[in-house]
């Protein structure tokens, strides 16, 4: 007989699973978007001064980093609130 956990094991990978496609499907939509866009402005790139721009894969990465260290904080958290709520097996 499955047990609970097993559902709850199935149910994430699916979501996981229906993310990741949804990801791919991202990003072909972006790769058809800029290719398009190259085709259609080739120019686009002597317009925009991108030497200016601050570096968007830093900006990225600092994004990033800072919802990790949120994730890790809440999780931190719920652990705490765990503690107080949830009774431990007394010592034997």
């Known amino acids: ?31 058809v978007w800029t290719d398009l866009v190259t085709k259609a402005l080739p120019a ?3 317009l925009v001064k991108v030497d200016a721009l601050p570096d968007v894969r830093e900006q ?8 990790e260290k949120v994730l890790a904080s809440q999780r ?5 609130v765990l503690d107080v709520i949830v009774p431990t097996p007394a010592a034997a």
């Open 1 to 31: 007989m499955a047990k609970t956990s097993d559902y709850g094991e199935s149910a994430r990978k699916q979501l996981f699973a229906a993310v990741e496609q949804g990801q791919q499907f991202t990003l072909e939509a972006v790769t």
């Open 60 to 67: 990225f990465d600092v994004g990033f980093d800072f919802a």
């Open 44 to 46: 686009f790139p002597t």
């Open 76 to 80: 931190a958290l719920a652990n705490k």
